[in-house]
């Protein structure tokens, strides 16, 4: 028996004994069959009306993805919040800085205690004022600090006492709120004059009328020429608890810091400005061998007792530091997110299954297979579409109570919310792919006869 | 009359495991243009793998199989979900409409699928599919809204909306009461009447009796061929309108396993 051949020949046979243009308009015809088809805008519409159908459902699958990016949102808010006002924190201490400090840097194995010996002095802060040994110097500015008991009428108070020269004010980006800065000339004659810190103001003269009145410290007494605004910044030894005397003054005759060695006066600091943010780092080794030209230390730097602290450098450090704790965070939370991710996967699964016969039923009545990928896809899309619009809206909302609330100050960006959201949609597409395929796959006989 | 339905020694083996099962072992025969056709046969005797080869929802092993001029055996599997839009109006035993759609809505269905048809237009054509199977003053009524009679007239106005070249009715009063399938069985005659092709799968010989041709299958081949007439009017001992024993009736209903050995026994 040649059952093979039969269908085969008759196959050939059927058409011809018909009409003779019958296979010309059924090849046209079935040309035909690649137009049409539904649009992906009907196509979205039953999708949407299919979330519609399950209201609870719906929201509490959203949910889970609006949770993932309200946090991923609030998070980096506060993180780079924390990161613009630690910054701002830093560079409130002026900019393009550069702190020279007694003691050995620490790098490079075991050394003495920054410190550990007063081998910073007057004599060194003018060497490096020659603009000749430090070129990309604009200012120079040696610093001597010390504690004094302040006094004024019934109220005292311990403070830190800076003494500085006239540029200390140009140098770290402080503003008078009254009066005026000590001069020059104050500096060149020990004047008893003192300008206070902000804090400082206000605990010894609450009445605001600080201006020309006296301040005792250590017996001595210091006309008030000054008061400088509040710079804001909490940490790194704000200027506002403390108060700023001549150098001259403050090494002369508040504390008498002879050094050791030489006919000199000890310094605590001695802080440059480069001329521009360009020049910081020929500065610094200019810096540093002009110091060890005027100490006679090896010029290699194996011998240095002092340590020349970048603040670019510091800056760059706690910039990296706050940027990878934010992107911890956020990493945690777009964990959540990917949870949220895997609930609407899960969610998905269920809702083909349950739809299995409506899947038969829409392929029966023409749906391609892509057709009703498409519908689930976008039902997966709208679910996390959704949750990422309102997981934004809760996420800058929380983000704004907490800068609102002052205890931390927080930025708010677009492409943080443009990130979140997008991952958000990606989470949807990735986890609604899988379901998507197997409706789209499912047998149209074997679906509408599910049980 | 021309050719509506052509089909070649159709034949449909199922693989499961290593077993090869043949619900179609090679069946050939025409439907011309407006023939009211109903296709009988126990359960497994391979009636519902032929209609699934008939509505375009499988393509056979081999054989050919033409419908309204379209070679449909080896088509890709886009084109035949174009083929049953277009040619091929459904109705189901289980009516399959979907329940938060009005019936409006579920009649515009297929439409939608088609494409290229504002959505006005598909609301308004499916009215007028409504108006034809007497449903015009229920089109926004949900599906649990309606009677079990009223749901299948949703259905069939479904499967009209797209103005197809063939019915295919599965059992469509499988889930009716005598009175109500009496009354859709005259629908599908007055459609049928009016130039509709009807293909109808039943197992009901009350049902058949509607058709003016009976296509009979058992063990996967075609037993007999004969106008519905002559069916009833032969005593033939396998005549359909017999009684069917209770094994038979058990089976039709689900209850009992279809064991080859015994069909054969038969």
């Given at each position: 028996m040649s059952t093979h051949e039969q269908p085969l020949r008759r196959a050939e046979v059927a058409p011809a004994t018909e009409a003779p243009a019958a296979p010309d308009i059924a090849a046209e015809e079935e040309e035909d069959l690649w137009e049409g088809g539904i649009g992906w805008p009907e196509t979205l519409g039953m999708s949407l009306s299919s979330l519609r159908a399950n209201p609870l459902r719906t929201v509490l699958t959203a949910l889970g993805v609006l949770i993932g990016v309200a946090s991923v949102v609030a998070l980096l808010a506060i993180g780079r919040g924390s990161q613009a006002s630690i910054t701002a924190s830093i560079t409130a201490n002026g900019a393009n800085l550069l702190t020279v400090?007694?003691?050995?840097?620490?790098?490079?194995?075991?050394?003495?205690?920054?410190?550990?010996?007063?081998?910073?002095?007057?004599?060194?802060?003018?060497?490096?004022?020659?603009?000749?040994?430090?070129?990309?110097?604009?200012?120079?500015?040696?610093?001597?600090?010390?504690?004094?008991?302040?006094?004024?009428?019934?109220?005292?108070?311990?403070?830190?006492?800076?003494?500085?020269?006239?540029?200390?004010?140009?140098?770290?980006?402080?503003?008078?709120?009254?009066?005026v800065f000590f001069s020059d000339e104050d500096n060149r004659a020990s004047a008893n004059v003192v300008v206070l810190g902000a804090n400082v103001a206000t605990n010894l003269f609450p009445a605001g009328d600080s201006l020309g009145q006296q301040v005792r410290m250590n017996g001595q007494s210091f006309r008030v020429v000054g008061v400088l605004a509040s710079s804001g910044g909490g940490?790194?030894?704000?200027?506002?608890?403390?108060?700023?005397?001549?150098?001259?003054?403050?090494?002369?005759?508040?504390f008498g810091a002879r050094a050791a060695v030489g006919n000199s006066f000890s310094v605590s600091t001695?802080?440059?400005?480069?001329?521009?943010?360009?020049?910081?780092?020929?500065?610094?080794?200019?810096?540093?061998?002009?110091?060890?030209?005027?100490?006679?230390?090896?010029?290699?730097?194996?011998?240095?007792?002092?340590?020349?602290?970048?603040?670019?450098?510091i800056l760059a450090t706690v910039t990296q530091t706050t940027q990878m704790l934010t992107l911890f965070l956020a990493a945690?939370?777009?964990?959540?997110?990917?949870?949220?991710?895997?609930?609407?996967?899960?969610?998905?699964?269920?809702?083909?299954?349950?739809?299995?016969?409506?899947?038969?039923?829409?392929?029966?009545?023409?749906?391609?297979?892509?057709?009703?990928?498409?519908?689930?896809?976008?039902?997966?899309?709208?679910?996390?579409?959704?949750?990422?619009?309102?997981?934004?809206?809760?996420?800058?909302?929380?983000?704004?109570?907490?800068?609102?609330?002052?205890?931390?100050?927080?930025?708010?960006?677009?492409?943080?919310?443009?990130?979140a959201l997008g991952f958000a949609l990606a989470v949807g597409l990735f986890f609604g792919i899988a379901p998507a395929r197997s409706a789209a796959r499912l047998d149209p006989i074997t679906a509408l006869r599910y049980e | 009359m021309s050719i509506m339905i052509s089909a070649r020694d159709l034949t449909r083996t199922y693989q499961t495991g290593d077993i090869e099962v043949h619900a179609l072992r090679g069946v050939s025969f025409d439907i011309q243009r407006g023939e009211f056709v109903a296709i009988m046969g126990p359960s497994g005797s391979g009636k519902s793998t032929l209609m699934n080869l008939i509505g375009c929802l499988d393509t056979p092993t081999s054989g050919s199989y033409t419908l309204d001029g379209l070679e449909i055996d080896q088509l890709e599997k886009p084109l035949l979900a174009a083929v049953r839009n277009r040619k091929i109006g459904f109705v189901?035993?289980?009516?399959?409409?979907?329940?938060?759609?009005?019936?409006?809505?579920?009649?515009?269905?297929?439409?939608?699928?088609?494409?290229?048809?504002?959505?006005?237009?598909?609301?308004?054509?499916?009215?007028?599919?409504?108006?034809?199977?007497?449903?015009?003053?229920?089109?926004?009524?949900?599906?649990?809204?309606?009677?079990?009679?009223?749901?299948?007239?949703?259905?069939?106005?479904?499967?009209?909306?797209?103005?197809?070249?063939?019915?295919l009715a599965d059992e469509p009063t499988g889930a009716l009461d005598t009175r109500t399938s009496e009354e859709l069985m005259g629908l599908l005659t007055d459609l049928n009447r009016s130039g509709m092709t009807v293909v109808l799968v039943t197992h009901e010989p009350d049902v058949a009796r509607y058709a003016r041709r009976l296509l009979?299958?058992?063990?996967?081949?075609?037993?007999?061929?004969?106008?519905?007439?002559?069916?009833?009017?032969?005593?033939?001992?396998?005549?359909?309108?017999?009684?069917?024993s209770p094994v038979e009736r058990a089976r039709r209903v689900g209850r009992l396993p279809v064991a080859r050995h015994w069909r054969r026994s038969a």
């Open positions: 400090r007694p003691g050995a840097p620490s790098s490079g194995g075991v050394r003495g205690a920054v410190g550990e010996s007063s081998s910073l002095t007057l004599a060194d802060a003018e060497a490096l004022a020659n603009p000749q040994s430090v070129p990309d110097a604009a200012f120079v500015s040696p610093e001597y600090s010390g504690n004094a008991q302040l006094v004024a009428g019934s109220l005292n108070l311990n403070a830190r006492v800076t003494g500085a020269t006239a540029v200390y004010p140009s140098l770290h980006n402080n503003t008078l709120a009254e009066g940490g790194f030894g704000s200027i506002d608890d403390g108060v700023i005397v001549p150098l001259n003054t403050a090494l002369r005759k508040l001695i802080v440059i400005q480069a001329a521009s943010s360009d020049q910081i780092d020929a500065a610094l080794s200019e810096v540093e061998i002009a110091l060890r030209n005027q100490k006679d230390l090896p010029l290699d730097g194996s011998g240095d007792t002092f340590s020349v602290i970048n603040q670019a450098s945690i939370a777009a964990i959540s997110l990917l949870v949220g991710g895997i609930g609407i996967m899960n969610i998905m699964l269920v809702s083909v299954r349950e739809r299995t016969r409506e899947i038969g039923l829409r392929k029966a009545l023409g749906a391609r297979e892509g057709d009703i990928m498409l519908q689930f896809l976008f039902e997966s899309l709208a679910l996390s579409g959704v949750g990422g619009l309102l997981g934004l809206a809760l996420g800058s909302a929380i983000a704004l109570a907490v800068g609102a609330s002052g205890v931390m100050q927080v930025q708010l960006s677009l492409d943080a919310a443009l990130l | 189901f035993q289980q009516f399959h409409l979907l329940a938060r759609n009005s019936a409006l809505e579920n009649v515009a269905l297929p439409l939608a699928y088609r494409g290229g048809l504002p959505a006005d237009e598909r609301l308004e054509r499916a009215a007028e599919s409504l108006e034809r199977v007497g449903l015009g003053e229920r089109m926004d009524h949900k599906p649990q809204e309606l009677s079990g009679g009223q749901q299948q007239r949703v259905a069939i106005a479904r499967a009209l909306v797209t103005r197809p070249a063939l019915l009979e299958i058992r063990d996967g081949l075609l037993q007999r061929d004969v106008p519905t007439a002559e069916a009833w009017a032969a005593q033939d001992p396998h005549a359909p309108h017999l009684p069917a």
